[in-house]
Structure formats: structure tokens, C-alpha cells
T-cell receptor
Framework: DVKVTQSSRYLVKRTGEKVFLECVQDMDHENMFWYRQDPGLGLRLIYFSYDVKMKEKGDIPEGYSVSREKKERFSLILESASTNQTSMYLC??????????????FGPGTRLTVL | AQTVTQSQPEMSVQEAETVTLSCTYDTSESDYYLFWYKQPPSRQMILVIRQEAYKQQNATENRFSVNFQKAAKSFSLKISDSQLGDAAMYFCAYRSYSGGATNKLIFGTGTLLAVQP
């Protein structure tokens, strides 16, 4: 089974702190994604990566950065956490092959609270 | 830009009954994929069913089926013989066929389904 893991299920940080959210997948997928999930807004794409060291902005990249130094690991960084970044963060991965319909496999999520 | 709309924030169904969740989308593209994802409480999101826009036949996966109306840009999910384990948040999602290998998904806002015993 494909497994996508995230470093924490729950995280509480203070305003201004630098926050790292880690995601690891074990299926050798090329694509990895970071979303945030908010009630009434669904899932919104923050950043995605289609290869090691490659990244592209999603729909809401402001206040976030990412790092992908190894194929299996994709990190989301909040340079200076703010209260409006309190949210559920979901990581996902998928193979690149279009013929596989590119199903995305999701991690369990990290619920981040910024005080 | 493509958009996905789920107009039912919450739905409720009796166990063993049938329920239909609605999804509409807006696109100018002719080729694309549509998906329904399920997010159970405190559990990981999983794919329920997918539909390729070029296929006229509606997709079916066991008790889950879709009603895909391309002209109307509608993609509803029907759950038959509802079970307690079907209780979850359901998200409709769109993916452009021309999006290349990076397969970005556009999600709706979700429908929270409750199943009453």
C-alpha cells in the first residue's frame, strides 16, 4: 500500500516562529503536494513539486516556502507563523504517468494552531 | 480558470438508503478528469471514484456510482445501501487533461455526509 506520512498530527506554535511540516512518501512518486484545508473553503494548493529540487507555486503560496532535497520528502516551511495560518495541512503524492490517472495519495494531515 | 462547486455543505441519510451528492464545475476544456474523494473523521483522504470526460459511460465502484452530465457540467455521486462507514466529508475534484504530468487538482468545498442508524 502507498503510504504518505506527516511528521505531526497536531502542532501548536507561537506567532513569529519558524515552522517545519514534513511529509514522506514510500512509493517513489515524482509529484508531491501541500494543501491547506479550511471549513467552507475545501482544499487549496499551496505548493507542489514534480521532481527533486523542483517546485511550483500553487494558489495560495504567500507566507509559505517548500523544500524537496530528496524524492521521498517534501517539507512545508512557514517562515514566520501567523494566526491566519492556523489550519489543517495535507500532503499528497502521485506518480507522474498520466495513464495512471494520477491518483493523489494523501497523508493523515497536520492540524496546526498558531497562538 | 476552472472551478468546482458543491452546493450541499451537509447531507444526511438513513442506513441502507441511497443518497446523492451534487457537484458542478466550470471549464472551457473538453478533456479532463473528475474525482470524488472521501475523508473519514480523523482519517486519511482516499479516492472513491474517477471519471474521464471522454467516456460517456458513468463510472461505478461497488455501491458508489456517478451521474456524469458533460453538457450540464454536473458530476454527482450516488451512494447506494448507505453504511455507517460512509459517514465522511466528500470532496469533488477536477483535473485538466492538458495539465501535464503534475496533475493539479481543483477541489470543491466538500459535503459532510452523516449516516443515521
Amino acid at each position: 500500500d502507498v503510504k504518505v506520512t506527516q511528521s505531526s498530527r497536531y502542532l501548536v506554535k507561537r506567532t513569529g516562529e519558524k515552522v517545519f511540516l514534513e511529509c514522506v512518501q514510500d512509493m517513489d512518486h515524482e509529484n508531491m503536494f501541500w494543501y491547506r484545508q479550511d471549513p467552507g473553503l475545501g482544499l487549496r494548493l499551496i505548493y507542489f513539486s514534480y521532481d527533486v529540487k523542483m517546485k511550483e507555486k500553487g494558489d495560495i503560496p504567500e507566507g509559505y516556502s517548500v523544500s524537496r532535497e530528496k524524492k521521498e520528502r517534501f517539507s512545508l516551511i512557514l517562515e514566520s507563523a501567523s494566526t491566519n495560518q492556523t489550519s489543517m495541512y495535507l500532503c499528497a503524492s502521485s506518480p507522474r504517468d498520466r495513464e495512471l490517472y494520477n491518483e493523489q495519495f494523501f497523508g493523515p494531515g497536520t492540524r496546526l494552531t498558531v497562538l | 480558470a476552472q472551478t468546482v462547486t458543491q452546493s450541499q455543505p451537509e447531507m444526511s441519510v438513513q442506513e441502507a438508503e441511497t443518497v446523492t451528492l451534487s457537484c458542478t464545475y466550470d471549464t472551457s476544456e473538453s478533456d479532463y478528469y473528475l474525482f470524488w474523494y472521501k475523508q473519514p473523521p480523523s482519517r486519511q483522504m482516499i479516492l472513491v471514484i474517477r471519471q474521464e470526460a471522454y467516456k460517456q459511460q458513468n463510472a461505478t465502484e461497488n455501491r458508489f456510482s456517478v451521474n456524469f452530465q458533460k453538457a450540464a457540467k454536473s458530476f454527482s455521486l450516488k451512494i447506494s445501501d448507505s453504511q455507517l462507514g460512509d459517514a465522511a466529508m466528500y470532496f469533488c475534484a477536477y483535473r485538466s487533461y492538458s495539465g501535464g504530468a503534475t496533475n493539479k487538482l481543483i477541489f470543491g468545498t466538500g459535503t459532510l455526509l452523516a449516516v443515521q442508524p
